[in-house]
């Protein structure tokens, strides 16, 4: 887990740098005047978000909004700025966690503000840095964008796995005594729901920086919006295709429990049928009275039971016959 910290990464076409410390003020004196400005936070801290806030006249509802991590993933539009929050996904063991990323496009400046302090963006760094790609070359809004297309390249990896592990679970299906089962398949449904509710509003945000007429969008980043929102909505079929996928995987293993209960009362019902002559003829010669012919008699206790194999008997292959066994 990284440590606590404010980063700055300054770049324009002729070169690019990088400073972090533990305190965001440390960062005012080194941005970047003539080309961009990308500052991350990743960590909350009121404290620190409300000195961003005050540098950069950032309005205080978008404060309340970024500090709230259970905020609907959304983009809204500023007089000089474009406020964008998003769920970020990370695998951790056989877990996804998800994080609030919350996104403010200004002019010259990118503001970002993580959740937990998480390695989301280190590409994105590097290809800065590195001068790899068109992130050089290009405003900040193209900035802004690569952000929420990194998080949404996420989404297609975790979904691919839990796609995997769906089909597992279409072979795991027949088993209809497994606990394990359900277990596991309950936290592959809350992962799908949670995903589902972090990509549909994104779509709607993407949608909405598309068509969004503002002056801090250029022209030239409209493709690369276009193919965002078209990556939201394919996302989004994925998720719904899953949770179809995961239906029928239930419905096939309520038919295996449902089978197998069947199985067992089947079982359970003969033996009651059968028994139930016998505790006829039990009872009748269990009421002890007197005057019973039967209980004088010298054969008459083999002859009962021969009487009760030869019911049972009877009813077996009765059973067999009608192949109710």
């Given at each position: 887990m990284k440590r606590r910290r404010a980063e700055l990464i300054g770049y324009d076409p002729a070169g690019a740098w990088e400073k972090e410390s533990d305190r965001v003020e440390d960062l005012f004196d080194d941005r970047n005047p003539a080309g961009i400005t990308w500052i991350n936070l990743n960590y909350l801290d009121?404290?620190?978000v409300n000195t961003l806030a005050k540098k950069y006249r950032i309005h205080p509802l978008t404060v309340e909004d970024i500090?709230?991590?259970?905020?609907?993933?959304?983009?809204?539009?500023?007089?000089?700025?474009?406020?964008?929050?998003?769920?970020?996904?990370?695998?951790?063991?056989?877990?996804?966690?998800?994080?609030?990323?919350s996104i403010i496009l200004k002019e010259d400046t990118v503001l970002t503000f993580q959740e937990t302090p998480a390695d989301n963006f280190n590409g994105i760094r590097k290809r800065i840095i590195?001068?790899?790609?068109?992130?050089?070359?290009?405003?900040?809004?193209?900035?802004?964008?690569?952000?929420?297309?990194s998080v949404v390249d996420e989404y297609f990896a975790v979904l691919d796995t839990?796609?995997?592990?769906i089909e597992n679970f279409g072979e795991r299906a027949g088993d209809a005594g497994?606990?394990?089962?359900?277990?596991?398949?309950q936290e592959i449904r809350?992962?799908?729901?949670?995903?589902?509710?972090?990509?549909?509003?994104?779509?709607?945000?993407?949608?909405?920086?598309?068509?969004?007429?503002?002056?801090?969008?250029h022209a030239e980043l409209l493709p690369f919006l276009k193919d965002l929102h078209d990556n939201t909505i394919r996302a989004s079929d994925m998720v719904d295709s899953?949770?179809?996928?995961?239906?029928?995987?239930?419905?096939?293993?309520?038919?295996?429990v449902s089978g197998r209960t069947n199985?067992?009362?089947?079982?359970?019902?003969?033996?009651?049928?059968?028994?139930?002559?016998?505790?006829?003829?039990v009872g009748v010669y269990g009421m002890n009275f007197s005057r019973m012919p039967e209980l004088q008699s010298r054969y008459g206790y083999p002859l009962i039971w021969a009487v009760m194999i030869g019911i049972a008997a009877g009813m077996l292959i009765f059973f067999k016959r009608r192949r109710w066994i």
């Amino acid at each position: 887990m990284k440590r606590r910290r404010a980063e700055l990464i300054g770049y324009d076409p002729a070169g690019a740098w990088e400073k972090e410390s533990d305190r965001v003020e440390d960062l005012f004196d080194d941005r970047n005047p003539a080309g961009i400005t990308w500052i991350n936070l990743n960590y909350l801290d009121v404290e620190a978000v409300n000195t961003l806030a005050k540098k950069y006249r950032i309005h205080p509802l978008t404060v309340e909004d970024i500090l709230d991590t259970e905020q609907r993933p959304k983009a809204e539009q500023f007089d000089d700025y474009i406020f964008i929050t998003l769920k970020a996904i990370h695998r951790k063991d056989e877990n996804h966690d998800f994080e609030q990323i919350s996104i403010i496009l200004k002019e010259d400046t990118v503001l970002t503000f993580q959740e937990t302090p998480a390695d989301n963006f280190n590409g994105i760094r590097k290809r800065i840095i590195n001068d790899a790609g068109r992130a050089r070359r290009a405003g900040a809004d193209y900035l802004a964008y690569s952000l929420m297309d990194s998080v949404v390249d996420e989404y297609f990896a975790v979904l691919d796995t839990l796609s995997d592990e769906i089909e597992n679970f279409g072979e795991r299906a027949g088993d209809a005594g497994g606990r394990d089962f359900i277990v596991d398949f309950q936290e592959i449904r809350r992962d799908l729901l949670r995903l589902r509710r972090a990509i549909l509003p994104l779509r709607d945000s993407s949608n909405h920086l598309v068509h969004c007429e503002s002056n801090l969008i250029h022209a030239e980043l409209l493709p690369f919006l276009k193919d965002l929102h078209d990556n939201t909505i394919r996302a989004s079929d994925m998720v719904d295709s899953n949770r179809e996928l995961m239906a029928d995987v239930m419905d096939v293993n309520f038919a295996a429990v449902s089978g197998r209960t069947n199985r067992i009362m089947k079982v359970l019902t003969i033996i009651s049928t059968i028994f139930i002559p016998l505790t006829f003829i039990v009872g009748v010669y269990g009421m002890n009275f007197s005057r019973m012919p039967e209980l004088q008699s010298r054969y008459g206790y083999p002859l009962i039971w021969a009487v009760m194999i030869g019911i049972a008997a009877g009813m077996l292959i009765f059973f067999k016959r009608r192949r109710w066994i």
